[in-house]
């Protein structure tokens, strides 16, 4: 009989199930295999383990336990539980580091970086104040001169009293010189400190200039229109001019430089406190004030249908916006308010369009101006995980211009703060609906904000001051004038304004419903058009609610007892000479017109042309039909490129990938006890299956416990993955509208995922592993499930791409399950098979009784044989399993990554 455990396999065959005949597997042949807890050297000696050593089934020697395990007499195990509970503390360990010490720093950071911005908003207010001073204490000097030229006038003779003038100019000049000189001796330590940015002199020459025209406009503002002013003084573009060594390195110059031209801007502000929003002239003749590009939008006879439903949104919509000015859009519900800014911002799709737009008098995309269109949402859609200066400031690193100096960049971010009046919570979370955050007011200007921080020539709005108080209102509406400054042009749509607020819009929109125009013009000449019409407001009615109160049908003029509000868009169109629609020409009142619906060449009746009743069938194609044609509508147009017109070069791809990651990163740290919160769940999972599953199971070399561990790793992945897509997605929707790059959002996300998928593997293994004790080593272990991870999370961000969030939850619960339950179906037909082959836990799981496989060698030949031949397995495909749960990996991402293309709401 052949020594069945010192038996060589020929070297010259390839025998790789054995060769003895009297080899038989575990089941059927017990009696050859060494019972566990003693090892045989030969076929006729068994001998017992000793203590400090273990002896698994079929053992030919003992072998030592490690150093930290315990092993008892006869122990077919070692004892790894040390291991385990040294892993997981180790595991805390690190997790509590990096988190701590990423926290530590980036508070620490911001912490020295709101010293710095304190210390030089200190130092620029104590400057105004100190300049406040000068010049009072100038104007009194002035005011004791003239008095002394009074006095000498009646003390002296005629001949003497020509004389003082003189004294008193020389007075002035030799005052003002000392006071030049005693401000400047005041401010020495400060000015060491300060910017190499300080005005020229042919700054200081014209800024008296400017105040000068500011006023003239003041007075006249009527008289002036589509226009802009950068109220900057030209120390910017000296700025840039001048050459690196001088440039603003530290974070302290920055601030200081900021905060130094906010309280310049607020001194001219306060010169100018009474200065309207109407008609403020550019200075053309300043070549040192850098302007933004103007946007002047013109429509004409738009037109919006919606296709399902051949229903008229917009209709005969006619007019012009212009830069410099601010255009309120009002009117009742349903007339089309939303949807015609929808149209300026070439967002309105599903609908079929006609008509004509013109920027700048051009027949030109407004998607090739998109990066300096900034489009507010009705929802207040920004991060409620990041505080109000971080939202702002990722939109100013990825939508501003590369050619913009970062000191630059800080005065636009801070002049934001300051103008909407958020300084108080620049540093608090914005909040969600579970996290309390800011105040609702506030949030709502942060949404404008996060438009007004990329310094755009077209803003449009849509309800900003919903659910605004009346002083909120007006805080946002003095901040969006101090863009219409600059020569941006704002469009914003509003639901009954207070009158105060009525007063500082420069040009109305009033749509009636059907998104018929009855007025569009300035706000100074509405009551004048109505009040010709017989429509006059009421003593203490405001008149945007008097107006849309008489198009809701509620109010009828007193004058007119037989007004028919229907009549007021024709009145328009006949009032301005526009063509007047065959179906309205019913309300011209005593004008004589042709029968509604009636061709004026032949005089055929159009209401009845083409109109027949269509079968059920019909109609349901024809709904088939328009729903095909929009979803391929909703697909070019995320596709769409236009031309860029711009003349802007915002970060590329590699850039905007870093502010991701950034901003990423801040997001998963305040989401630590989340993320601890999934560890815990997945370390009691596998103590839980570890437990359960049998350390003695050498027959399937593992195979129950490992298929336990694909279920509920790829399940608790996958839930977890969820949140990486499905939580922001209408945040990245507004970021791609806006020209963010898709590709850096995603590869960001991915990354920082990646942590995860690290991380996930230890925190399972590190109870599976050392309670179930396989013979595979906690590498092979680790490898396989890595892979897992990476795989599922791949599935899991096409899941949440493509689905609603509860939809999405459903599949990723499922979904393991049932790949599961079809990959371990070793006996069913071939197809059965091959639908297996694209599963991916068959794969894992190949891979994990692979590893095991492998460590059984000598008598468990043929049992090894037998048990990879019935699952279909083959020993040398562990390398091929890890590679294709990486390209599922791939593939379901590219594959997300497709969709989040497709399928985003711009």
Excluded at 67 to 94: E, F, P, W
Excluded at 465 to 492: F, K, P, Y
Aim: glycine share 6%; aromatic share 8%.
């Amino acid at each position: 009989m052949h020594d069945t455990y010192d038996y060589q396999i020929p070297a010259e065959r390839n025998h790789t199930c054995g060769g003895a005949n009297i080899w038989a597997d575990v089941a059927t042949g017990k009696e050859i295999f060494c019972s566990a807890g003693s090892y045989c050297p030969t076929t006729i000696q068994r001998n017992a383990c000793g203590s400090g050593h273990y002896c698994r089934m079929g053992s030919t020697s003992e072998k030592p336990c490690f150093k930290l395990a315990s092993c008892d007499a006869q122990a077919s195990h070692q004892n790894l539980r040390a291991y385990g509970v040294m892993l997981i503390a180790a595991l805390a360990t690190l997790l509590l580091i990096i988190y701590n010490c990423f926290d530590q720093v980036l508070s620490t950071r911001d912490r020295r970086l709101a010293k710095s911005r304190e210390a030089a908003a200190r130092s620029a207010r104590d400057r105004a104040e100190a300049r406040q001073r000068w010049k009072s204490a100038k104007d009194v000097a002035k005011k004791h001169a003239t008095g002394l030229q009074i006095q000498l006038s009646r003390t002296f003779s005629r001949k003497k009293s020509v004389q003082p003038p003189e004294k008193l100019r020389i007075l002035d000049q030799a005052k003002s010189d000392i006071d030049e000189d005693l401000y400047l001796n005041s401010h020495s330590s400060s000015s060491n400190a300060t910017l190499p940015i300080s005005a020229p002199s042919k700054g200081k020459k014209k800024e008296p200039d400017q105040m000068h025209k500011i006023y003239g406009i003041e007075n006249h503002h009527s008289n002036y229109e589509s226009v802009s002013l950068d109220i900057e003084d030209g120390k910017r573009k000296e700025h840039v001019s001048k050459g690196k060594d001088k440039e603003i390195t530290t974070d302290s110059q920055i601030f200081r430089y900021a905060y130094n031209q906010l309280e310049k801007e607020k001194a001219q502000q306060q010169k100018n406190k009474n200065l309207t929003f109407s008609g403020v002239i550019s200075m053309a003749t300043d070549t040192e004030v850098r302007k933004r590009p103007l946007i002047e939008i013109s429509f004409k006879d738009l037109t919006l249908t919606l296709k399902t439903k051949n229903k008229h949104l917009l209709r005969c919509v006619t007019g012009k916006i212009k830069p410099g000015r601010i255009t309120a859009v009002m009117g009742p519900s349903g007339a089309g308010k939303t949807t015609f800014l929808s149209a300026l911002a070439g967002k309105a799709i599903a609908c079929k369009s006609t008509g004509s737009i013109l920027i700048n008098d051009k027949h030109e995309s407004i998607h090739s101006y998109k990066k300096i269109i900034g489009f507010v949402p009705q929802d207040d859609i920004v991060h409620g995980d990041l505080t109000v200066e971080e939202n702002f400031w990722f939109h100013a690193h990825c939508r501003l211009s590369t050619d913009l100096a970062k000191a630059d960049k800080v005065l636009v971010v801070e002049r934001v703060i300051e103008c909407l009046g958020l300084q108080s919570v620049r540093d608090s979370l914005v909040g969600t609906v579970e996290k309390r955050g800011i105040s609702g007011g506030q949030r709502k200007r942060v949404n404008v904000g996060l438009e007004m921080v990329m310094e755009p020539s077209l803003l449009l709005l849509d309800e900003p001051t919903s659910g605004l108080d009346s002083a909120s209102s007006q805080l946002l509406l003095r901040a969006l004038r101090r863009e219409a400054l600059e020569g941006v042009n704002i469009c914003m749509v509003v639901h009954q304004p207070s009158y105060a607020l009525f007063r500082m819009f420069d040009d109305l929109v009033l749509l009636a419903k059907g998104g018929l125009t009855v007025y569009h013009g300035s706000v100074k000449t509405v009551e004048e058009y109505f009040s010709n019409l017989g429509i006059k407001v009421p003593e203490r009615v405001n008149p945007p609610d008097h107006y849309i109160d008489i198009l809701e049908g509620i109010v009828v003029p007193s004058a007119s007892p037989n007004f028919n509000y229907k009549e007021l868009p024709v009145r328009w169109m006949l009032h301005n000479g526009y063509q007047v629609p065959p179906d309205l020409r019913q309300y011209a009142g005593g004008v004589v017109m042709p029968p509604m619906g009636m061709n004026l060449a032949n005089g055929e009746n159009l209401s009845d042309a083409g109109i027949e009743d269509r079968s059920f069938v019909g109609e349901l194609w024809q709904d088939v039909k328009s729903n095909v044609e929009i979803h391929h509508d909703k697909i070019r147009f995320n596709f769409l490129t236009s031309k860029d017109l711009s003349n802007r070069r915002t970060p590329g791809l590699f850039q905007q990938y870093r502010y991701f990651l950034g901003r990423v990163s801040k997001q998963r740290l305040r989401e630590a006890k989340l993320q601890a919160v999934d560890y815990l769940i997945l370390l009691l999972a596998g103590a839980c299956l570890g437990s359960l599953s049998k350390a003695s199971d050498d027959q399937n070399f593992g195979a129950a416990g490992y298929s336990y561990t694909i279920i509920a790793v790829s399940l608790l992945c996958n839930i977890a993955a969820l949140r990486t897509f499905s939580l922001d997605k209408l945040q990245y929707w507004r970021e791609s509208a806006a020209g963010v790059s898709s590709s850096a959002y995603f590869l960001a996300k991915d990354t920082i995922d990646h942590f995860n998928t690290v991380i996930k593997p230890v925190v399972y293994l590190s109870m599976f592993y050392f309670l179930t004790n396989p013979r595979s080593s906690f590498a092979d272990n680790y490898i396989v499930l890595l892979c897992l991870v990476y795989c599922s999370t791949g599935i899991a961000y096409a899941l949440a791409i493509f689905f609603q969030p509860g939809s999405a939850q459903l599949w990723s619960v499922l979904l393991p399950v049932v790949l599961t339950l079809v990959a371990t179906r070793t006996n069913g037909s071939q197809a059965l098979k091959d639908i297996a082959n694209l599963c991916y836990p068959k794969w894992a799981l190949e891979a994990f009784v692979i590893a095991n496989a492998e460590r059984y060698s000598g008598v468990w030949l043929i049992t090894r044989c037998g048990a990879l031949l019935k699952s279909g397995y083959n020993l040398n495909e562990w390398i091929l399993c890890i590679v294709i749960l990486l390209i599922i990996g791939v593939v379901s991402r590219a594959i997300a990554f497709i969709g989040m293309l497709i399928f985003q709401k711009k």
